[in-house]
């Protein structure tokens, strides 16, 4: 799913956020990426997002060479990955339904499967019910689970969460890596960028840890 071969990322202002990284990352399988702040896990699920691109080394997601990646194929190429972020970034005026149908409308789908598909991922995450609630009118940990049905409604074969428990308390995390959990078992492929070590303990998964841009550890 993904393949890092001497990957480095230099910002055009800054220093080395990645310096010569290598690693793959199977269909399948489950990780997380750990790292003091600046170390690089953001900058790392950007290039894989197609939000940045690699300065040197050979970078293939998803059978797409992130260098050659053009803004054309951008929208195509994202719509194998779902993506979470910390803050959510759902849209205040649209309902919890509308917000989670986006990358569906996005893609082209309409009619009567749209709705089916949004009702099923509301449902794994265990929100039947808040369909037509607005998001301000969840809880924290409910819009985080709103931001999740909407990263997996398309399906992806691949699932990136950059720092997606960072506002939630213990309990509301390891649901949220319950989840992840239970979306990797059936084959997604989950990338998780986080600096809560007590959580990524708990989860007993492969870690790659970067220090100053570098991948120090991968076990
Ligand atoms: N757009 C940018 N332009 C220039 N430098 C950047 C840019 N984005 C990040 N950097 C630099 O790249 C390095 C890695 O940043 P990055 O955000 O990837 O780290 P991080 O591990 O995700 O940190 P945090 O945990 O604080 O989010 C830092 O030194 C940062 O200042």
Redesign the pocket.
């Known amino acids: 799913m993904i393949r890092f071969e001497h990957v480095s990322k230099r910002?055009a202002?800054?220093g080395d956020?990645l310096k010569d990284i290598s690693f793959t990352l199977e269909a399948g399988e489950i990780a997380f990426v750990t790292?003091h702040?600046?170390?690089?896990?953001?900058?790392l699920l950007k290039l894989i997002a197609g939000i940045e691109k690699p300065s040197r080394g050979q970078a293939l997601v998803n059978g797409q060479n992130l260098a050659r990646l053009s803004r054309r194929r951008l929208p195509y190429y994202r719509r194998g990955i779902g993506i979470i972020f910390q803050d959510h970034k759902l849209l205040p005026e649209l309902s919890v339904a509308d917000n989670v149908a986006l990358p569906l409308v996005v893609a082209g789908h309409h009619g009567p499967e749209v709705g089916r598909r949004v009702r099923a991922a509301l449902d794994k995450v265990g929100l039947l019910g808040k369909e037509r609630s607005t998001p301000q009118a969840l809880s924290g940990g409910e819009q985080q689970r709103v931001g999740i049905a909407r990263a997996l409604v398309a399906r992806p074969p691949l699932l990136l969460a950059d720092e997606p428990t960072g506002n939630l308390d213990p309990e509301l995390s390891r649901e949220v890596m319950r989840l992840f959990r239970d979306f990797n078992q059936v084959g997604v492929a989950v990338l998780i960028?986080s600096?809560d070590h007590a959580l990524i303990e708990e989860m007993d998964a492969r870690t790659l840890t970067?220090h100053a841009g570098s991948l120090v550890s991968d076990v």
């Open positions: 910002y202002n800054g956020a790292g702040s600046g170390a690089g896990k953001s900058t960028a600096h970067l």
